[in-house]
């Protein structure tokens, strides 16, 4: 476990380098939260829409735009330099599974990046007039059930990230990639609208995909959207996605890799 | 004309790679494709914003992904300001005998980008024809000075990226996020946001110059003034100028620090 | 001759965040960055005369980028002045340049992935050469480097030293009064290494260019220059010719004797011994004394019973180390 940590450690360093990139960062995250609640508060009109009021829209927002980076969906970079410059067929030497690797330094990168960058934008949204700021969760269990599918949410968030290293090397395009999966996982996972406003139906079909257990499910168990009981069912589908969706990428990476190998990179 | 060699070289350059050009491609217009989706998704629920209903948010769409596209394709070399100052190329371009804004306009080209051009103006088109606009010479004026104005405010903020990131070497993210940001929030009426949000984006940087005011004097807009609608994208276009003067100050400042 | 550089009282100063040590240094950094202020170069004035050969050497980090980076107009110095070809470079920047080539060893000024011969079309553009000019400069540059068949291929199908060729023709296009050139010959091969060689003195003496040049590489040095600026710290320690040089280490000798048995004790006045095995000694004089094989042969076989010696003058290499340590400029 140990060089797993160590592993999570540089991650952390290295993004704590960049200084500029963190306070920026934080600014236009917080503006466009604003922004956003003006835009949904002009389309719901009326305070609530099937149970969804505009102060639990607020703090969904807000509770989006701290933990950006933890949920969105971006390219494991040291991946994708590897597979492209070729340098991945040096990986086999090392006594690590490469799957682990790149999990645990996108999984550092981003709980850094995270941890830089969540507290500021909650205390400002915190001190913001009701419907425009970020409430108290609604109850200690439901505070703790939303921390618990948070980090569920943040690994899910990796392994499904870890599908656009797959098409990497199917592709050898680490961009075209990494846009199309968060792109797909922006729409269905409700970081391009929140999915509460979304039509009922489709609310509905999104609850057989993985998306949605990435951010949308921590954050209506923090405003009390989902009930406690629901909540425990969810997390318990989200872990069963964290499960296949890891699977799965064990196993495609490992057979793109076999192939590489193969083919002399 | 040097313009047209360095277009040349971009085009020889991008066909080495047509595989890799043809997937960005694909990308980028699924990803057009995801977030018209989104706004319709948000309609189908409520109707309308404001005055405005799904066609003409979906007008303003189309306009901000046309000149926001082409924009991109032809000036891609100071939204990558970054790369190019720690690639060593900013300092190759120093050495040449040509205006360095020239150069840099044609150090990147990027023709993957033609894709969403192209989607960019068909959205806009399904909308004009949707919406049912009764067409004037003024209006049709007003359209073009719209992507103009658009193509020169979207330049404005690259230009400025491209003279902060001399200060911090840093490709930030504050950029990209104003301009994408600014895509995706600009789709609805100006007026719903707060009154101050609203100034901002109007007079500071003037986004409302090429979106809701003169699409609001195209559509006849009731709630605005038409004549002021109508010039407006001849004064946002003027943004670009303190855009220039900030980014030839800042290379200044690059002479003398050598980052 | 005609003075064609003149670099006078040149002062540059950067402002570099400084790291500070420790446990949480990491979080200390992110939070309170301090700044210290480096004197990258220190009052350097120098004058080159035209159709000079210039080698401009010095330890890593000494300033010798930094001062090819003011000549060619990408910095302004903090102080100081610098006429070039009667141009102050960072100012009238697109004029003076079209009088200048720069060679940049580790970096590329052609494109990657287009035939050569398109670059060189569009810095045909780029520098607006006449047609004929061009045309007739292009032959003799494909002619003396041997490129003529490089031309149709993209850079990147190119061995590191058809790039260097490619590099230094694309350089000379235009043919500049005056081409810096930063290390190029870095990892050549011999063949190529020569080869460069022979053309940059072939420019040099057909269209008296002058000639800049940065290198760690001694053999260019002593091939090329007639004259070399030492620089070290941010200051000029040594302006001159090359020989003067040599010849102030020229007495200083290397001796390695064969002894008639196996190395022990061992000492000799005026020598010092540098290292020893089995029974060969090497011994080189100290600075204060002069070299006499005569002398030598009879103070050493006076206490110890010799067979055999060599003597060997110190190698460029040598010398440049010699001088680097008595500047103090070796990092330690």
Redesign the interface.
Known sequence: MSKYYGIFKMQF?GE?Q????AL??I???F??G???I??Y?????SSS?DGFTLSQMASYIWLGQSFFALRYMGMPKHASDEIVNGNVCYKFIRPINIYNQWYFEYLGEKLAATLLRFFPIIVISVLLPTNYGLSMAVSGSAFILFLISLFIGGMLCVSISMFSVYLTFV???P???A??IS??A??LGGS??PIP???SS?QYALNFLPFRYISDLPFRIYIGNIGINDALIQIGISILWLAITILLGQLLIRKSLKKTVIQGG | MLYNKYFKMHMKSSFEYRFNMFLISFSQVFICIAEILAVWLLFQRFETVGSWGFYESLLMLGIIYTVYSITECFARGYDEFAKLIKSGEFDRLLIRPVNIHYQIFGSRIEMSKASRIILGIVVSIIALVQIGVDWTVWKVLVLISTYLCGCLVILGLFIIGAGISIYTIENLEFVNIITNGCKELSYYPINIYNKWLARFFTFIIPLACFNYLPVSFIVGNPATIPWLCAISPLLGGLFIIPCLIFFNLSIKRYQSTGT | MTKIIEFSDICKQFKVPEKQKGKWSFLKNFFNRKCKIIKALNNVSFDIEEGDIVGYIGPNGAGKSTTIKIMSGILTPTSGTCAINGYTPWKNRKEYVKNIGVVFGQRSQLWWDVPIIDSFELLKDIYKIPNQEYENTLTLLKEKLHIEDLLNRPLRQLSLGQKMKCELAGSLLHRPKILFLDEPTIGLDAITKLAVRDFIKYINKEWNTTIILTTHDMSDIEALTNKIILIGKGQILYNGSFETIKEKYSHQKIITVELAHEYDEMSLDGYEIISHEKNYVTLKNLSDTTFHAKDFINDISKKYEIVDFSVDSLSVDEILARLYSEYELQEK
């Not at chain 1, 960049?18 to 990139?21: C, F, H, P, Q």
């Not at chain 1, 508060?41 to 009109?45: G, I, Q, R, Y």
């Open positions: 360093k704590l960049y200084r500029a990139k920026s960062g600014a236009t995250q503006f466009w604003l922004m956003y003006y835009l508060t002009a389309f719901m009109s829409v592709t050898q395009s961009k075209g990639s846009a199309v792109t797909i922006g729409l391009l609208i406003l979304m039509p489709i």
